[in-house]
């Protein structure tokens, strides 16, 4: 089931909840509810792929520091 069926099932009190709890606009008729649930909840799924790839960025840096230094105290030795 796609988020939009999902928020179709939602009452008007439950949208404006999670509207609410991510600080949006609460007023409009149900469809303009949905909508702006549906992107609320499409950036926040883009948003948590941002920081997933940080992260592995991240890792990917320490992984060359680690070689770096590895291969610069066989070096001096």
Do not use: P, W
């Amino acid at each position: 089931m796609s988020d939009s069926e999902e928020f179709d099932s939602l009452k008007v009190i439950e949208l404006q909840n999670e509207l609410k709890k991510r600080g949006l606009d609460t007023k409009g008729r149900k469809v303009d509810l949905i909508e702006r649930l549906r992107q609320a909840v499409n950036s926040e799924t883009e948003g948590d792929t941002t920081r997933q790839n940080s992260m592995f960025t991240d890792d990917e840096s320490v992984a060359a520091v680690i070689n770096d230094d590895i291969i610069s105290s066989s070096i001096v030795r």
